[in-house]
């Protein structure tokens, strides 16, 4: 199985990214997908998630309303749309799977994390 994000990069407050987490060697389709976030020094923090069908989405509290998490399963694809960025939302963002579809906030429900993307908000 791999888990291969991509899109990170600098950017300026106020601005937006898109990352994108294609999958492969697993069925995209019967896993929920997440997006979590490490700063250093910091514990892995949830960002947000989406179920197997696309139809119900969550989101950690500091990212609602900034972020969007959405699915391709045709393409086997994760995105995350940021807006609004913020210098505290400077991390490596990591996408992961999760089979069970349960508790999707929690970083050891899953079953499948990429190496992740560095995304850095400064002027």
């Known amino acids: 199985v791999q888990l291969v994000e991509s899109g990170g990069g600098l950017v300026q407050p106020g601005g937006s990214l898109r990352l994108s987490c294609a999958a492969s060697g697993l069925t995209f389709g019967y896993y929920a997908m997440g997006w979590f976030r490490q700063a250093p020094w910091k514990e892995r923090q949830f960002v947000a998630a989406?179920?197997?069908?696309?139809?119900?989405?969550y989101y950690g509290g500091s990212v609602k309303d900034r972020f969007s998490i959405s699915r391709d399963n045709a393409k086997e694809t994760v995105y995350l749309q940021m807006n609004n960025l913020k210098p505290e939302d400077t991390a490596v963002y990591y996408c992961?799977?999760?089979?069970?579809?349960?508790?999707?906030?929690?970083?050891?429900?899953?079953?499948?994390w990429g190496q992740g993307t560095q995304v850095t908000v400064s002027s």
């Open positions: 989406i179920n197997r069908s696309g139809g119900i989405t």
């Open positions: 992961a799977a999760d089979r069970s579809g349960e508790q999707l906030s929690i970083a050891v429900s899953y079953d499948y």
